[in-house]
Each structure stands twice: as structure tokens, then as C-alpha cells.
């Protein structure tokens, strides 16, 4: 018997055909998958079975387009089971959620800290009150505690720095604070339209990201095929949304270097681009644009036509600023060499999205794992190699160019509205199901497993926002304290995906 | 009439900080608020109680008085062409220097006194860049002192002549001076950013984090006052003796104005520095004071 089953790409596959394997082979098959760069660890988690905990890994591998699943069943109560982590560190924020959430004591993990709180957890007496942060006994440093109110006043965070004057030695990010249990809602509400609510909320500024990830996971749980005109309109709500995102952080990159003329374009800029979802559907976040086999809002040639309207505006503008920007030495200045990720610590981290691509990592679903219209793509992902604020705005600015230009081949022929759709039919019982889309933040995966009738058993989301985290920490090392907002904003991760 | 340069300098500062929004409203594409929009915002703190934390002292609370105090007494020393100030004695630029500083100084330990990380971390920022501008200052008086021979603002700006091309550069290259340091003690760009509202990158923003009320309103109108008194030093060097009011005020409220629309023009078309860049930027300010020195060495003649 094989030691995994390799899947595609939103593929439902039978529970029971995921190989069990003991502890030891299950540590040591997964973390030497790690040491080939083309795999990465998508998702790790576990969920409870009557008397045991069934843990199952799902490593993705970028070159063969696969996902390679694998599980193992353990008992909570054993208490000395060693960590996947101290082998990769890749597996940590996984295996501090299973810490958190199951109260597995792992015997090698290097730091079991929390990591949301969730309200389920193991030990109900830790509370995010009485977290001790990680401390350096020193004369010479201080601390620097920022939030959990956000100066912006925009999602809550707790930052700690130890600071040798104005040079940062070590951040240390605590979340949490938003934590809303949205796996367990999306098992306890029962409607597909309050699911499909609850993806569109997970991360407010990557509605149709987990969106899509939710109805590609839920149609293949269904055993629907999505038509071209569902499938059409998936894609182009995503590139539109990076297109969107991307501008708006270029405009808040400027303000926190206090380029005001940068801000108020890009700014400016952005907003025809999230209005057009308003044109669209009715909502300027996307939302309600996307559901499980249904479409109530056709793209049609008109919108088609107002859409390249739009770019024609949008293009000459943008690029008038983005050359500005490029060749101003007091941005330049403070963009480059900031907050460098090397290829080492993205590599180790298992970083994705914006942060593994300018590592000089080449991680992009819509290549390695296309879904939806990317079939048709032969997408190239943009790889940028200096891994510093400056890459993270460049590769900002080629990937807004490059799904315009998807979007402008795309809107040459829109597709023929579908009626009489066929009604999704009732999901496979004792099923597994994973989906990854790469959101503008990243990579997004969601799993879920069914029970004998049909159920939802267990619901598993991951955000972009889970891996990164710790890139941010890495990156600001040896910064200034004061250039830790740009750098901040240059990842732009978030909250409320992580606290889910 | 000696209360003429007071009564120009309140004026001033009733529109400038207005004019430097303005210009960068506009100059982003936008309207913009009314001139007057930063003095009733100052106007709605006046009115207001402030709030004290039970961590500071009486420090924190006599703090704003004391610096808008330091403000309002530098500015009786500032003359305005054939005016002297209201106090004007030998030596007064050196008083003006240290009494700036013992506002600031009141301002840094009332932010220590606050006992948060944010405002020790701004108080310590500002202190140096206070610090490395300071000699940049007296070079630049102390050269004007050695040409005219004189040593109080008065005395130095009306026995002031330009006449030869040196002269005329030594003019201009004072004028970048005095802009720049009032740049670096505003704490406006491309040293601090005052309109961010992140912590970690401000300087002066960061340091009255704490204060509320009347006493930011203090603080903010001493900021309107700093801007209008160095505006009013750097007038002086346009300003012959000898002219008329009716001369004068004009060319007062012109240099003012066109020093807010420069500050704003500045803030719209740059980015800030980065905070490790500043020091040497502060700094070179100091090699153009002692090359304004020099300047004023060769029209002495003490140098070939």
C-alpha cells in the first residue's frame, strides 16, 4: 500500500482511500516530501474521531500539478509525540493549531505559542490576557508594544518589538483578537447560501478568493461541473479583485511613505476598478457575485464593453504614476533593501503568494494548479529575487498589468448565458475534497470532509495570511522600528483570514 | 511701532499651516479645506477639557504652556525691517536659540513623563534632530555677526547690505538655511510626516500622542506661530531698511506666502527619508552654513 494518494486540484476522493500511516512514518514521509523545493505543504490539520484524532497532510507539488494526501490516526493523550516542525519549519503554525486546538503536546516543537485562541480550544484557562510575550532581559533594549487597536483603526493585532534603539531585533505578532469561528459555522449552518455567505466573509478584502475556493470545493463535493459562463466569471472576478487590491495597496505603500502624489493617484486610480463590481453585481466587494452552481449576475457585452472602456482610462494613468514612482529617488530609497525576505527563510517558512514570488520563489496555483479559466491560461507567474519592499511593489505593479491583459483577451468573447442550469445535487457522503485558488494575497485552500449521509464533518480554511505572518516577523529584523509600517503594508496580510 | 512684527507674525500664522494644506489639496487633485480649517480645528480643541493620565506628573500638564510660552517669547525678538522686535538686545539670537530649546526641552521630558514606549521613542528622535541642527543656526548668525559687526537680529538685519555677487549668494544659501531648519523644527517633510497616523514613523506626532484638548491646541497654534516666526527671519533678508511699512508688509506677507506654498510643494512631490537618512541630511546643513562663513570671510577680506 502507497504511503499517499495523490489528487488534483479540487478532486473528491473517498475517505477511506486516504492511506493511514503510523506516527513515525506519517513525520517522516511528509517532512522529506519538504525537502524537494516543488512540494509545499498546503494544508496540515486534524479533527476528531470518537476516541482518537485523525490527522491528515495534504502537500501539494508544484512541477507534477498533484496533491499528495496522506493521514494518521494518534491518541490525544499521548503525550510525547515529536514535531513535524523540528524537521521543517514550514509545519509550525499547523502544528501549533493542532497544539491549540487538541491539546497535542509535541516534545520538539521550538515555540508552541498560540495561535487565534479559538474558542474550542483545549485549554480553556490561557487566555490571550495573560500571554507572555517573549522577552530579552537587557539594560541596553527596550519594548515597544503596538496595539491591539491598530493606529489606521483598521483589524486588530498585537506587535511586540525588542528594540536596540531605533533597530528592531525581534518582532513578535500575537492574533487572534478577531477570532469568529468560522470553521465551526460553516458545519453547523446547514444552507449552501449561508456556507457560501460565510466564504465571502472570511477575509473582507479577498471576497471572491475564498469564494471561488468554497464553490470549486462544495461543486466537486456535488459532483457538478461548473460551465464556461460560471467558470468565466469566477476568473475574471479574481483577476479584477488583484487588479483592485494590488492598485489600493500601491496607494497605501505611498502614503506610509508620506508620497502624497503616489497615494492620491493610485487612489483614485482603484476605485473605477472596485466600482465595476457594483456595475456588475450590485456589491463593490464582490459579494453575492459568486455561488455553488449559479450565476445571477451574467456577464454580459455591454458590461464587456464598459470594462475595456474602463482600462483604456485606467492604463495611461497608471502607467504615467507607475513611471514616476519608479524613477523618484526618495521613494526608491525608502522601498529598496527594506525588509528583505531571503530565499532561504521563504523557502523554510513554506511563504506563499507575493512573498514566495519575490523570494525568487515560483509558487503560483493559477500555473502549478490551475482551476476554472486558468486551464486556458498557461499563466506565467511573475518571480522577482530581492525579496524587499521594492519587489513587492514591483511585482504589484507587473501582476496589475499582466491580468489586464487577461482580462482584455477574456472580454473578446464573453460567454452565452446559461439557463436551466442542472440543480447541484446533494454532496458526497464520507468524502474528502480539497480546493486551492491563488487569491491576490495567495494561495487559499480549503478542505472538507463528509460524513456517511452526506454531511459536513469538518470544514479547514486556510489563508495566504497563516504562512506569511512569520515572513513579516523575519523580514523586519535589523530594520528601523520606523520602517516597519512600510514594510507592513508591503505583505499586506490578514487579520481576519488568519483568526478566522 | 515695535509691536508691528508681533502683530505681522500672529497674522501670518492664522493662514499659513491653511495654505500648505491648500496647496497640497490641490496639488493632489483635490479642493481641499478652507484656509482657516487648521485654526478652527485649534479653535474646537480650545474649547475642550484635556484628559491626563494617572501615570504622568505635573510635568506633562505645565508642559504646553511652557513651550507655547518659549514660542511667543522668540517671537518678541523678531524685527521686521526698520522694527525691532519688542525685546531686542545684544546677543538676543543666542536667547532665541535657547529658548526654543527650553520649550523643546519641556516637551521631551513631559513625553518621558508619560512613560509610553511611542512618545520616549519620539522625544528621543526629536532631541537629536534638534540637536544637529542647532550648529547649522549659529554659524549662520555668527557669520552675520561677524559681517555687520552686530550681534542682535535687529542690529544684523538692518545694518545688512547686499551689494556684491558673494553677498547675493550668501543671501540665497541663508535662505535654504532658514527654511530647512524650520522645516527640521516643524517637523514637516521630508523629515517627519505630519499627516501619518503610524506611530512608529513619527517624530513630533508621536510625542504629544498623550495631550488633549486645550493643551494640543496649545501645541498645534505654537506650531502655526513657529512656521509665521521663522517665515518672518527669512523676510528680513528681503526687507531693506530704510523702506516704508507700505513696502514692507507686502513683501512680509509675499515671503510667507510663497514659503507655505514651497513647504507644500515639498510635501507633495516627495517621499519622506528614511528615518536613518536624516542625520545626515540635518547635518549638511551645517556645510552650507560654514560655506555661507566662508562667503562672509571673503567679503570681509580676511581670506584671499
Known sequence: MSDYIAIKNNETILLESIPVLRYEDFLSFNTSLLSNEANHCVHYFGYPLPDKLKLICCIAN???????????????????LPSFSAQHLAFHIFEREIHENFGVAYTDH??????????????????????????????????????????????????????????ILHLEIQLGYQHRGIENLFVRKKKLLQRNILAESIAGDTVAGHTTAFVNLWESLCGYTADDDLQYARTLALELERIAIHTGDLSAICTDIAYQLGSSVFGRLRTPVIN???????????????????????????LADQLRKLFDDFEPDYQEMWNEIKELPSALARLEKTGVVTHEQAVSIGAVGMTAKTAGIKRDIRASHPHDL??????????????????????????????????????????DVHINRPPLS????????LSL???????????????????????????????????????????????????????????????? | MNILSLILILCASLFFTGIVIRTKSILSGRKGPGIFQPLKDIWRLFRKGAVYSQTSSYIFQIAPSIYFASVLIAIFLIPVGNHPGIISFRGDFIFFAYVLALGKFFMIISAMDTGSSFSGMGASREALYSLLAEPAFFILMGSFALLTGYSSFYEIFS??????????????????????????????????????????????????????????????????????????????????????????????????????????????????????????????????????????????????
Not at chain 1, 398 to 404: A, F, G, N, P, Y
Not at chain 1, 426 to 433: A, G, H, L, R
Not at chain 1, 460 to 478: E, F, G, Q, T, Y
Not at chain 2, 246 to 275: D, K, L, N, W
Open chain 1, 62 to 80: 508544484d512541477e507534477e500539478n498533484t496533491i499528495l494526501i496522506s493521514s494518521s490516526e494518534i491518541k490525544v493523550e499521548l503525550n510525547s
Open chain 1, 110 to 167: 521550538p515555540w508552541l505559542k498560540p495561535v487565534r485562541y479559538a474558542f474550542d480550544r483545549a485549554d480553556r484557562n490561557s487566555t490571550i490576557g495573560q500571554y507572555p510575550f517573549y522577552q530579552i532581559n537587557s539594560e541596553e533594549l527596550h519594548e515597544v508594544g503596538v496595539g491591539p487597536i491598530h493606529a489606521g483603526v483598521i483589524e486588530p493585532g498585537h506587535f511586540r518589538f525588542i528594540c536596540n534603539g531605533e533597530q
Open chain 1, 276 to 302: 465595476f463590481f457594483q456595475v456588475w453585481c450590485g456589491n463593490r466587494m464582490a459579494k453575492g457575485l459568486i455561488r455553488a452552481g449559479k450565476n445571477h449576475f451574467h456577464f454580459s457585452g455591454e
Open chain 1, 374 to 415: 486558468y486551464r486556458q491560461f498557461n499563466h506565467q507567474p511573475i518571480v522577482k529575487h530581492h525579496g524587499d519592499v521594492y519587489s513587492r511593489t514591483q511585482i504589484r505593479n507587473e501582476e496589475i498589468l499582466q491580468s489586464i491583459d487577461y482580462i482584455r483577451e477574456m472580454i473578446k468573447n464573453p460567454p
Open chain 1, 426 to 433: 446533494p454532496p458526497k457522503p464520507d468524502s474528502f475534497t
Open chain 1, 437 to 500: 485558488t491563488e487569491g491576490w494575497r495567495g494561495e487559499i485552500c480549503h478542505c472538507a470532509i463528509t460524513n456517511g449521509n452526506g454531511e459536513l464533518l469538518h470544514y479547514k480554511i486556510k489563508d495566504p495570511s497563516m504562512h506569511n505572518w512569520l515572513a513579516l516577523a523575519l523580514a523586519v529584523r535589523n530594520n528601523e522600528i520606523s520602517d516597519f509600517p512600510i514594510c507592513n503594508k508591503s505583505f499586506d496580510l490578514s487579520y481576519c483570514g488568519h483568526d478566522l
Open chain 2, 159 to 304: 545694518a545688512l547690505h547686499f551689494g556684491s555677487s558673494i553677498s547675493y549668494a550668501v543671501g540665497f544659501l541663508a535662505a535654504i538655511v532658514l527654511v530647512i531648519i524650520a522645516l527640521i523644527e516643524n517637523s514637516r517633510m521630508p523629515i517627519d510626516d505630519p499627516k501619518t497616523h503610524l506611530e512608529l514613523t513619527m517624530i513630533h506626532e508621536v510625542m504629544i500622542l498623550d495631550n488633549s484638548g486645550f493643551d494640543l491646541g496649545l501645541i498645534l497654534y505654537a506650531t502655526n506661530l513657529k512656521f509665521a516666526m521663522y517665515g518672518a527671519l527669512i523676510a528680513n533678508f528681503f526687507l531693506t531698511p530704510g523702506y516704508e511699512w507700505y513696502y514692507s508688509i507686502p513683501i512680509f506677507i509675499g515671503v510667507q506666502f510663497v514659503f507655505a506654498i514651497t513647504v507644500g510643494i515639498i510635501e507633495s512631490f516627495m517621499a519622506r527619508f528614511r528615518m536613518n537618512h536624516n542625520p545626515q541630511y540635518i547635518f549638511m546643513l551645517t556645510s552650507i552654513s560654514i560655506l555661507i562663513f566662508l562667503g562672509v570671510l571673503l567679503i570681509l577680506g580676511k581670506i584671499a
